[in-house]
């Protein structure tokens, strides 16, 4: 695996001054930011709206949207220019082949994100029609979760079927499980509670960081 490694900040808010205040922890010592988006229906919570979102981001910085609602194609276009600039993971329980394909007309690049429970035959229509996933390694909708080790068989056959694709794992992640979800084969760390619970936030990135570089290690030598 050749993929570049990185650790993103997963950011979970439900006030736009919340939301601002933790991007401008981790902006200084990261390039991307993953944003939490949910509606309430698909997950048993909410986040900021998608309106008040975007007046709380910097459209100069690099973001993914991890959107946990029913109905994405009518969210991301809220977004504006940011829609297009961003990286979208939808999830696979929800799609079906007509909004996968209007998701896609709307924004490019598009991705997939698998809940614990869902198996690889769950995105079988779409796995060839995309490099960018997402594998949950707790059920999503709230932080400071549990990671589960069984996902990272899910990681690995993914990485088997699409060794170039990016591959991020989201849930529990901290120095103790980012080594193994990175020797399993993901390529990006999303870490929520482990870097904005912590002290200090370099340090937390930091060591989240090495931990997974040992296991990216292993991985590329594989």
């Not at 709206?49 to 946990?68: G, N, Q, R």
């Not at 490099?131 to 056959?157: C, T, W």
Request: charge should be positive; glycine fraction near 6%; hydrophobic fraction near 40%.
């Amino acid at each position: 695996m050749e993929k570049h490694l990185e650790v993103i900040p997963a950011v979970l808010s439900k006030t736009r001054e919340d939301m601002m205040r933790r991007i401008s922890l981790v902006s200084p010592y990261v390039k991307t930011i993953h944003i939490d988006m949910m509606d309430g229906r698909f997950v048993p919570n909410t986040t900021l709206s998608t309106d008040e979102t975007v007046k709380a981001l910097d459209p100069k910085k690099k973001y993914i949207f991890h959107w946990m609602v029913e109905m994405p194609e009518k969210e991301i276009p809220k977004l504006g220019v940011l829609a297009k600039k961003s990286l979208h993971l939808v999830h696979a329980e929800v799609l079906g082949r007509e909004r996968w394909d209007v998701l896609k007309k709307l924004v490019v690049p598009l991705g997939i994100a698998v809940n614990p429970e869902t198996s690889l035959a769950g995105i079988e229509e779409y796995i060839d029609e995309t490099d960018e996933f997402l594998v949950m390694a707790v059920h999503p909708g709230f932080s400071n979760q549990k990671y589960i080790p069984d996902v990272e068989n899910r990681i690995r056959e993914l990485r088997r079927r699409k060794p170039h694709a990016n591959i991020e794992v989201d849930g529990g992640v901290g120095p103790e499980t980012a080594g193994r979800a990175a020797a399993a084969g993901a390529n990006r760390l999303a870490a929520a509670s482990a870097i904005f619970g912590a002290g200090n936030v370099r340090k937390a990135i930091m060591e989240i960081k090495k931990a997974a570089e040992g296991g990216h290690h292993a991985c590329s030598k594989k």
